[in-house]
């Protein structure tokens, strides 16, 4: 649950961090930008903000902006059956700033994410990857996978198939996709 | 065809085209940029400038850039059964420049395009939209369209399902997808 005021405000910081990095958005598209909180209330720990070029039933494009720290919640992205869909498979670019993603495999010793503190039991892999300007990676689907912005944050164009983000699973029981706003 | 000079320098071109427009590509991303001139050895009226960051079994995505004038030949993207596959479909956002884009529907009536001389019978669609930077559209699979840059060029990021450019059928029957290059 976010106020309207911190959700004008992260929409706002987001399409800051998306002129920065060069990424043109027109003025109502800027107020398109998406902010989400996963339910947790916390948007300075747990969030993303997301502006969707398209999202047709065969492929997705979206800029995501993470601000210093933010860190988007483990998730995978399953099959779906009814919906013959063999899962969501993503690219992210990194096109400013720096991001911190996890994924399954050999654990990375000393990461350079910082977990919340006592939410460790949200995070399960640990194989880092770590993105700067112009680095990108393909995951799989139903990969789990977290992600944190280094300490200036992160803007990310994503290239994918479909979104459907009610169908995401994530490792912490609490997280609701979509946010809620209250006045 | 073209020869290994010309082709280096449009491939530098297009790089800066890119790099004016913002959009950042490492410098062996740079070296990556294809350069497609249909086969029709004129790339001052016909051609292509590429960079896929993207072409997985499911999706795809890419820069174009266009120089000024510079037409990609009419064509569509056809299903192609033994793939089971239904199409390319390929959404434009214009990033910097225009673009004139035609596509099956109402003639219109002055088109923005230059129409090479002679060369009328290889255009057969007319309803023209045009893209300035943010503007986007979505082309279904198996539509004709063509395209030409307007007077400044234009940089175009392509968000589409998986490309199989050996599949795209041409207008022009001269058309052949793969570029020759020649010493």
Redesign the interface.
Same mark, same amino acid.
């Given at each position: 649950m976010l106020t309207r005021l911190v959700y004008q405000s992260a929409k706002d910081r987001a399409a800051h961090h998306l002129d920065r990095a =060069?990424? +043109?958005?027109?003025p109502e598209?800027q107020e398109e930008i998406e902010v989400a909180d996963f339910g947790l209330s916390d948007l300075a720990r747990y969030g993303l903000q997301l502006f969707t070029?398209?999202n @047709?039933e $065969?492929?997705?494009?979206k800029e995501i902006v993470l601000f210093p720290r933010q860190t988007c919640p483990e998730h995978r992205h399953p099959p779906i059956p009814s919906l013959a869909y063999?899962g969501k498979?993503e @690219?992210f $670019?990194c %096109?400013a700033g720096s991001i911190y993603l996890y994924l399954p495999g050999t654990v990375t010793s000393e990461i350079g994410a910082l977990i919340p503190r006592g939410e460790e039991q949200n995070f399960t892999v640990y194989q880092e990857v770590y993105l700067e %300007? =112009?680095d %990108?990676i393909?995951i799989p689907p139903d990969t789990l996978h977290w992600f944190q912005g280094g300490d200036e944050g992160a803007v990310a @164009?994503e +290239?994918? @198939?479909t979104s459907y983000d009610e169908h995401d699973v994530f490792t912490d029981a609490r997280v609701q996709r979509t946010t809620q706003i209250v006045d």
């Open positions: =060069g990424i +043109f958005l027109k598209e070029y398209v @047709t $065969r492929c997705c494009a063999a498979e @690219t $670019r %096109q %300007q =112009g %990108q393909t @164009t +290239f994918s @198939t």
